[in-house]
């Protein structure tokens, strides 16, 4: 079991595009952070990579569920009965 400095809500985070990950300002002067493949994976925790403090992120998973794409069959490929 995890000891959380805060709980933050991911809309109070600052998104990168270029490295997609969040961050957030930790008391240390460094951030924390937490990438978006981790969330969409189901992690909660940032961590700050200078300090031991984690923080617990608030998401809704489902926005960040990466969804299988099926490729739509042709006329040609459909089998009629």
Same mark, same amino acid.
């Given at each position: 079991? @995890?000891?959380?400095?805060? /709980?933050? =809500?991911?809309?109070? $985070?600052?998104? %990168?595009?270029?490295? /997609?990950?969040?961050?957030? *300002?930790? *008391?240390?002067?460094?951030? #924390? /952070?937490? @990438?978006?493949? =981790?969330? /969409? &994976? ?10 031991? !403090? ?6 809704? !998973? %489902? $926005? #960040? $569920?990466? @969804? =299988?794409?099926? *490729?739509? !069959?042709? &006329? @040609?490929? !459909?089998?009629?009965?």
């Amino acid at each position: 079991m @995890s000891v959380y400095h805060d /709980e933050i =809500e991911i809309e109070d $985070m600052e998104y %990168d595009e270029d490295t /997609e990950t969040y961050y957030y *300002p930790c *008391p240390c002067g460094d951030r #924390f /952070e937490i @990438s978006k493949e =981790e969330l /969409e &994976n189901g992690e909660d925790v940032a961590k700050c990579p200078s300090c031991s !403090l984690l923080i617990k992120v608030v998401y809704d !998973l %489902d $926005m #960040f $569920m990466v @969804s =299988e794409k099926v *490729p739509a !069959l042709k &006329n @040609s490929e !459909l089998a009629v009965a």
